[in-house]
Structure formats: structure tokens, C-alpha cells
């Protein structure tokens, strides 16, 4: 099935650093949605985006919806040890983002000591 | 709410023997989804329900894997037989139409087949 392509693959940074990365798509999409996963555990949503354009925060998360309605981007300020995980950008046809999610390659993020 | 409720956490079982992945979604929600995570292929959409109907089994990887919903706070997702290859994390995930914000996985089912 279709996969959303995520950049970079991996990033390690030192803590206090900001992050960005991004998501690419060849479809247009309704509602882009961005999870983060712990280990052992499931995806848990961060953010979610519904218009073109549109530039949503979440305490030191930034996600912005991209104005082709291809792309998103997500960025993390100052970064703290527990925003070690897995990134992972997902898309949506519907405009509520509440039905079938097309996920993201995703993006591991280490914080080196 | 007490979430998305999976069971098993973890599955070991020997090839060509039957599996069975159980799901509670949260209460009220009228989708379900099943999932499979690897890390060659990462999050994949088996199947998912609406108002305990299957919608789209276009990512069943074949007829050995079968999904059922009997009720709308029950659904389970079988493996007969299973194979090595079937080794993954599978998550379920519910969420309700009509309100925003995606929608709410589980911890998730981790199994091997040996």
C-alpha cells in the first residue's frame, strides 16, 4: 500500500537542540496528523492538522500543513530526553482524520547524552 | 475511559498452530482498525470497521488472516495457520465519526511464530 515518505530516516541530537522533519506524499490529502510512539507501546497522536497551510502548536511542538496539501512538516523545540521515539506523519482523506490513516516511513529520534 | 484495550501483550506460538488478537475499542467509538507494524514495512492497514461492518480488507495479506467484529465493543483478528512471516506488532485502533482528532491506538499484540 501507499507510504508517506518521512525525512530524515533517524536523527541524533543533543538534548536542548530543535528538531525538524518533514512528509512527502504524491496525493493530496484532507487532514495530516502527526504520532509519536514510545517502545512497547502505540502511536499516540501529537498533533493534527485540517487546512491547507494551517500552523498548529503543542507546547514545544510546531506542525504546519502543508499549502500543496502534500507535505507537513513537524518541529520540537528545545528537546527534552523523553522525546526519544518514533515520529511518524499520517494522512487522511476525510476531513476529521478519524478514518483510514496512510502512515509515514516515521523518523527515530535519538537525544545523545 | 480505560482506552484501547489489546490482549494478548505477547504471543508466542509455533508455526502452522492458530492465533487469535483480541481488541476493545473505547466505549462509543464506531470505527476499528487493525494494524501490523514491521520494520521492513511499517505500519500497514489490514482492515478496518464501521459500526462493527468491514469497510476495506484490501490489506489482509491473504485468506489465512481473518478479522471479525461481532459487536461494538468487541473485535478479534485471526491468524490460521500462522507462519514466521506473520511475526509483528499488531495494533488495534478506534475512533468515533464526526469529531477530529485521528484516532486512538493500543499498546499492542507482539507475536512470534517459530
Known amino acids: 500500500g501507499q507510504q508517506l515518505n518521512q525525512n530524515p530516516q533517524s536523527m541524533f541530537i543533543q538534548e536542548g537542540e530543535d528538531v525538524s522533519m518533514n512528509c512527502t506524499s504524491s496525493s493530496i490529502f484532507n487532514t495530516w496528523l502527526w504520532y509519536k510512539q514510545d517502545p512497547g507501546e502505540g502511536p499516540v497522536l501529537l498533533i493534527a492538522l485540517y487546512k491547507a497551510g494551517e500552523l498548529t502548536s503543542n507546547g514545544r511542538l510546531t506542525a504546519q500543513f502543508g499549502i500543496t496539501r502534500k507535505d507537513s512538516f513537524l518541529n520540537i523545540s528545545a528537546s527534552i530526553p523523553s522525546d526519544v521515539g518514533i515520529y511518524f506523519c499520517a494522512g487522511s482523506y476525510s476531513n476529521f482524520g478519524n478514518e483510514k490513516l496512510t502512515f509515514g516511513t516515521g523518523t527515530r529520534l535519538t537525544i545523545i547524552p | 475511559d480505560a482506552g484501547v484495550i489489546q490482549s494478548p501483550r505477547h504471543e508466542v506460538t509455533e508455526m502452522g498452530q492458530e492465533v487469535t488478537l483480541r481488541c476493545k475499542p473505547i466505549?462509543?467509538?464506531?470505527?476499528l482498525f487493525w494494524y501490523r507494524q514491521t520494520m521492513m514495512r511499517g505500519l500497514e492497514l489490514l482492515i478496518y470497521f464501521n459500526n462493527n461492518v468491514p469497510i476495506d480488507d484490501s490489506g489482509m495479506p491473504e485468506d489465512r488472516f481473518s478479522a471479525k467484529m461481532p459487536n461494538a465493543s468487541f473485535s478479534t483478528l485471526k491468524i490460521q495457520p500462522s507462519e514466521p512471516r506473520d511475526s509483528a506488532v499488531y495494533f488495534c485502533a478506534s475512533s468515533l465519526a464526526a469529531t477530529r482528532g485521528g484516532y486512538t491506538f493500543g499498546s499492542g499484540t507482539r507475536l512470534t511464530v517459530v
Open positions: 466505549s462509543g467509538h464506531d470505527y
